[in-house]
């Protein structure tokens, strides 16, 4: 009798096997990567290098928005990303959040189906109402008139949060926790963990204790920065006292690498860089930190896996 037809069929069999495993397994882990994309590294002034302040991150299928400033929905589109699944802002100052109408509205032209939800600190809740109004006749049309779309699309589910876990979805948690933006009150940063990995994101603040605190263990940190030098030598409208207002405000590069050596991330990244172009963010920086560092720009992405991998540019 022949068996090689058998055999033949056999090793195919497992090698079909082996392979599917193999593409299983992949999948798996690739699902349980953290991944982070700076859509916007800019601040206040208008930049077509640095949009306003917007971070992504991808944990499995989840995608969650932490603040929404100028250009957000450009950025988010220009990855393919047509839908979120939550927004979080660390603060209320208009640069952070003066795409949400954008964010909400267009998302909802664009197909969205179910609210928006949305957790902030307090005078969240408020704003996105009065936001409802604002859009009322907008609203009223698409919705009852014109074109009809999904009334739940344009619902909004706003939440005030206090420092803590504010959101847990099976291995997935988000922890807010206060920092220290001078006057500006509350104003939260956020912890993202998930699968094994972690991701601090400072939101604004000066030096602060309670974000070396909850950072700890973090594999990446996402700080703002101030450059004083440079930015005294801004030509704005404001006055040497409203300057120095500012400058108290935010946390210059030597600071945040003391804060960078006492957290001791895998990957130091800077974010909502003041002014947009500094030179010197990095020397500045070595005088107290001398570890892994990243310049942030717009669309660069951080993978977490077994190892983090850092892109330059649209992926």
Not at 249 to 265: D, N
Request: charged letters at 20%; glycine letters at 8%.
């Amino acid at each position: 009798m022949n068996t090689a037809p058998t055999k033949h069929w056999n090793f195919r069999l497992r090698l079909a096997l082996v392979l599917a495993l193999a593409a299983f397994f992949a999948q798996t882990a690739r699902a349980q990567d953290l991944k982070v994309t700076l859509l916007g590294t800019g601040n206040p002034r208008p930049s077509m290098e640095r949009f306003g302040p917007s971070i992504l991150v991808e944990a499995g299928q989840e995608k969650l928005l932490f603040d929404c400033g100028r250009g957000a929905l450009q950025r988010l589109y220009q990855i393919k990303i047509e839908q979120v699944d939550g927004l979080f802002l660390t603060h209320l100052h208009s640069d952070h959040i003066v795409g949400i109408p954008d964010l909400w509205l267009t998302s909802w032209v664009m197909g969205r189906t179910v609210p928006l939800r949305v957790w902030g600190p307090a005078g969240t809740q408020r704003m996105m109402s009065h936001l409802r109004q604002a859009y009322s006749f907008d609203i009223h049309m698409r919705r009852d008139v014109d074109q009809n779309l999904p009334p739940q699309g344009v619902e909004i589910q706003a939440k005030d949060i206090r420092q803590g876990v504010v959101y847990r979805n099976g291995d997935l948690k988000v922890t807010a926790f206060e920092v220290d933006h001078g006057l500006v009150k509350p104003a939260f940063g956020y912890r993202i963990d998930y699968a094994g990995h972690s991701v601090v994101l400072s939101g604004d603040t000066r030096y602060s204790e309670n974000l070396i605190r909850f950072a700890q263990g973090t594999d990446v940190l996402i700080h703002e920065v101030l450059d004083p030098e440079a930015y005294r030598n801004l030509a704005n409208s404001y006055t040497p006292a409203q300057r120095a207002q500012v400058l108290a405000h935010h946390t210059t590069p030597e600071e945040a690498g003391k804060v960078f050596t006492k957290v001791a991330p895998k990957l130091a990244v800077y974010s909502h860089i003041v002014p947009p172009d500094v030179p010197d963010l990095i020397p500045h920086t070595r005088k107290t930190y001398a570890g892994p560092l990243e310049v942030g720009e717009d669309l660069m992405s951080i993978e977490l896996g077994q190892q983090i991998a850092v892109h330059h540019g649209q992926r």
